[in-house]
């Protein structure tokens, strides 16, 4: 069951993947393959002949598309008051399916896990890539993972372990096609140029960093999770938008009172309740994505973003920094077909980086893509750079 993809626009410019108008014909894909990069012949990458694995990097198939992936590894931070504990998936590429939040000792009463954890190849918390070829086509890459094919697929990863605080990965993944227009693509499945057109044009790595921020009220938390990609072709795109996924749990969204506020240098909005069917955003235009759920385009003059859940008798708030604005889409009906049931979806937060505009990637160039998050009371993120309206 693939998830929709979101409506992204910067401004009031074009839609620039145009995904509320994909009227997408399979029997023109194996044209406009021939057409990708815009490269010679001999340049075309295809899934088989750019599918070398990298030393210790395995691919696991056809995992149940809606079950919670395992953890491998923690990254572990704490603060005063608030801590964090984050789990990964080093079999899936490094996505993040656990972020646990709150005082410590942890507790039932004390810690929530924020993220959305079910079909976490495609969710989660983990680093997305949007892309446009100069003839049309375009495509969309997960941190080596991905489920757009009903079920569940990555590339295992390895990582360093020496310090608790912070999680390198030490080999390359294969940074394969999760979708290609409206198709679901995967490296399990043999490729087709019209049922299957999986390609790969990098390979990806992970790092985390968790550091304490002082401040007069306690210690914060800065998280950075940057990703690099390592091209395995030279390549040449219209667009390139990166971009980093943050799934949110409704069910736990409700019942801890989340809340969400945004800040621009002239304007300020908030509280905005995620969870809610029916709500509004003025900084935003409105749209839906292929899957008709509501999908906000945050304005791209917004500052940064705060969430901040009740735990216990205390705000935690995770605050971040925007520099192309972000988009954020209310799933309604994911895993079941109820709105109202929150159970059945999820909130989709997707940070936007810069794009790239006429792009070029040579072939062994590596570029690296930073996300920032800060963790801690609203009066511990004031004093960071981040006060709520």
């Known amino acids: 069951m693939p998830r929709g993809q979101p409506a992204i626009t910067k401004g ?36 088989l002949a750019a599918g070398r694995n990298p030393a210790r990097s395995d691919l696991i198939c056809h995992t149940q598309w809606d079950t919670i992936l395992p953890v491998t590894h923690h990254l572990v931070q704490s603060a005063d008051p608030f801590s964090i504990d984050i ?39 983990q680093f997305s890539s949007f892309t446009t070829a100069y003839d049309g086509p375009q495509f969309i890459v997960n941190q080596a993972s991905g489920n757009s094919r009903g079920y569940q697929w990555g590339f295992s990863t390895v990582y360093n372990t020496n310090k608790t605080y912070t999680l390198n990965a030490t080999n390359w ?35 985390l960093l968790a550091l304490r921020r002082w401040t007069p009220d306690g210690f914060a938390i800065a998280i950075t999770n940057a990703y690099s990609l390592r091209s395995t072709v030279d390549q ?22 989340l809340r969400l506020y945004l800040v621009g240098s002239t304007w300020s909005e908030g509280p905005i309740l995620p969870y809610q069917t029916g709500l509004t955003v003025q900084h ?82 590596i570029r690296t893509y930073e996300f920032n998050y800060f963790v801690g009371t609203p009066q511990q993120l004031a004093y960071l750079g981040f006060p709520l309206p």
């Open 236 to 257: 040449y795109w219209q667009d390139y938008l990166p971009a980093h996924a943050f799934y949110l749990n409704r069910s736990v969204a409700r019942e801890h009172n």
């Open 87 to 125: 789990g990964i998936s080093g079999r899936y590429g490094g996505v993040g399916v656990e972020f646990w939040l709150g005082s410590e000792p942890f507790s039932a009463s004390s810690v929530i896990n924020i993220l959305e954890a079910r079909s976490s190849a495609g969710a989660g918390w």
């Open 12 to 47: 009031s410019s074009p839609s620039l993947f145009h995904y509320l108008r994909l009227l997408f014909r399979a029997g023109s894909l194996l044209l406009i393959l021939g057409m990708l990069l815009s490269l010679p012949p001999q340049s075309q990458p295809s899934a």
């Open 173 to 207: 993944a294969p940074n394969y096609t999760d979708r290609f227009d409206l198709f679901g693509t995967s490296p399990c499945e043999l490729y087709d140029s019209v049922s299957n057109p999986t390609l790969m044009f990098d390979e990806g790595k992970m790092k």
């Open 284 to 365: 935003a235009w409105l749209g839906y994505d292929t899957a008709n759920n509501p999908s906000w385009v945050i304005d791209a003059s917004a500052s940064y973003a705060v969430f901040v859940w009740q735990i216990g008798d205390q705000d935690a708030g995770v605050a971040i920094p925007l520099v192309n604005g972000a988009n954020m889409s209310l799933e309604e009906t994911v895993y079941c077909d109820d709105p109202l049931n929150d159970a059945c979806g999820s909130i989709r937060w997707l940070t936007l980086h810069d794009m790239t505009l006429n792009a070029v990637f040579p072939l062994g160039s």
